[in-house]
């Protein structure tokens, strides 16, 4: 177990809970390093991952969805990717067992937008980025999974105003847990965080998304909504299906959408 002084205590804690269910898990903190997802998936591609815990202080290069960036600075996100081998019967609502599990343990208040951002008060709290890599020797069976997470802890800065995304209603300056936690930091959430984040995977893994359904729907921030698909088709968000797929009914049509064909924004 490798650690920064500032993190070292909850990354203890976080092996201590882990490791009796997720044998050969470790833990690693770093002050700074450029992505810890693309780390992971550089020794996915490599070799079977190990059961991981990659977080760090700073990251110089991290990745969102779609290839978007995601800064980080010491003390004021939380920043980590979670690496190991999996094999469930289908893939499908991954992101949002993940985004539910965090959800569930950061606020009473925090909602999901589909497919993979945390939303606090109508702004963006955090994302999750989840990639797999196989080997050529793989036909069936676990592949490498790695669960990359960052999440604003500190109050936004006004700054933030000039480079948050642009959407319907112009620039929105991310949301910040401390907000409605005060006081709140990365090396208090990280224990809160991932123990459960692990038992809720592994549950996905051995059961799928559906169990999983009734719980996203009660954090469901599109619900009802009137949104703008990515081809420009509009529609009103009516849930989620069994397997994570989110419903928009259009011109009266009920239609799925998959997590790989769009960008959802409200109206």
Wanted: aromatic share 4%; glycine share 10%; hydrophobic share 45%.
């Amino acid at each position: 177990m490798i650690t920064t002084a500032s993190l070292a205590g909850g990354a203890e804690a976080i092996w201590q809970a882990v490791v009796p269910d997720l044998p050969g898990f470790t833990v690693e903190v770093l002050e700074e390093i450029d992505s810890t997802n693309t780390e992971l998936m550089r020794r996915a591609r490599a070799a079977a991952l190990d059961p991981v815990l990659l977080v760090a202080e700073r990251q110089t290069a991290g990745r969102g969805r779609l290839g978007r960036g995601w800064h980080s600075q010491a003390g004021q996100s939380l920043t980590f990717s979670l690496g190991l081998s999996l094999a469930p019967r289908s893939w499908s609502g991954l992101s949002l067992v993940v985004g539910l599990s965090l959800a569930e343990q950061l606020h009473a208040d925090v909602r999901l937008k589909w497919p993979n951002d945390l939303w606090l008060m109508g702004r963006k709290l955090g994302g999750i980025l989840v990639e797999t890599a196989g080997h050529a020797d793989e036909r069936e069976g676990p592949r490498s999974v790695v669960v990359g997470v960052g999440i604003n802890v500190a109050r936004p800065a006004e700054a933030a105003l000039a480079n948050a995304p642009a959407g319907p209603m112009g620039a929105m300056p991310p949301a910040g847990l401390a907000e409605v936690e005060m006081g709140v930091t990365a090396a208090e959430l990280l224990p809160r965080l991932v123990p459960p984040l692990v038992r809720d995977v592994q549950s996905f893994a051995a059961e799928g998304f559906a169990p999983f359904a009734s719980r996203f729907a009660a954090r469901d921030a599109l619900k009802d909504r009137e949104l703008r698909l990515s081809d420009g088709t509009t529609g009103t968000a009516c849930g989620v299906a069994e397997d994570g797929a989110l419903l928009v009914r259009v011109n009266g049509q009920l239609r799925r959408v998959d997590s790989a064909e769009v960008s959802v924004r409200p109206c």
